[in-house]
Each structure stands twice: as C-alpha cells, then as structure tokens.
C-alpha cells in the first residue's frame, strides 16, 4: 500500500556531503515520525536521525553537527543531508516512516525503503 524510494547515495570521498532523499506514494492519509538508519556490513542497522510530524529532530551522537534531517510533507518526502562525512560512515542507509494509510487511519505502520549504499573512501 505505500512504497518509499531513496535516493541520492553514492561514492565520495572523506570530507564531502551527500543529499539522500526518500520520497513516499501509495494510499498515504498521513505520515508521522520519518527516520534514517543505516547498516554497515558486520553491524547492527542504526538509528541515524529521525524527525516527527511536529519537526522535532533527534541525532545519533555520532552524526550531530554533520547531518540534517528535514521533511516536506507536501510531497512525502524525508531528507538527509550529510556534510563532513567519514570512511566510518559507509553503510547502506534506510528510510523508514511511520504511516497511517487511508484504510488504517487509527493503525499506523513502519515502511521501509530498499536502502541506498553511502560509501566513502578515505
């Protein structure tokens, strides 16, 4: 019932930024909470930011002051901007939302995207 796509990952190199988006369609009625995690091999997947319908943020400690998350609602979409970013951040990175769909208003449920690879060399 609701897809969501990511986009934006890639190859660079220590010090650069990347801008990963993740947009969702299908029967949506509203979105609350939207998240980025990441999953590097050998790792536990990890929370990395997340932001809720009011805009509040939370950061995992070690991406605080490098990465933003924000959201556009009119168009479903979530976003994470990486600046500064370090070999140890290579990992695939995940979206995940929390969404009420037109036939579930009340129940809402946590979609996930495919995963984008973030790799970044040294």
């Known amino acids: 019932q609701v897809q969501l796509v990511e986009s934006g990952g890639g190859l660079v190199q220590a010090g650069g930024s990347l801008r990963l988006s993740c947009a969702a369609s299908?029967?949506?009625?509203?979105?609350?909470?939207m998240g980025w995690y990441r999953q590097a091999p050998g790792k536990q997947r990890e929370l990395v930011a997340g932001i809720n319908s009011g805009g509040s943020t939370n950061y995992a400690d070690s991406v605080k002051g490098r990465f933003t998350i924000s959201r556009d609602n009119a168009k479903n979409t979530a976003f994470l901007q990486m600046n500064s970013l370090r070999p140890e951040n290579t990992a695939v990175y995940y979206c995940?939302?929390?969404?009420?769909?037109?036939?579930?208003?009340?129940?809402?449920?946590?979609?996930w995207g495919q995963g984008t690879q973030v790799t970044v060399s040294s």
């Open positions: 299908g029967s949506i009625f509203s979105i609350n909470a």
């Open positions: 995940n939302m929390r969404v009420s769909t037109t036939s579930r208003v009340w129940v809402p449920n946590d979609y």
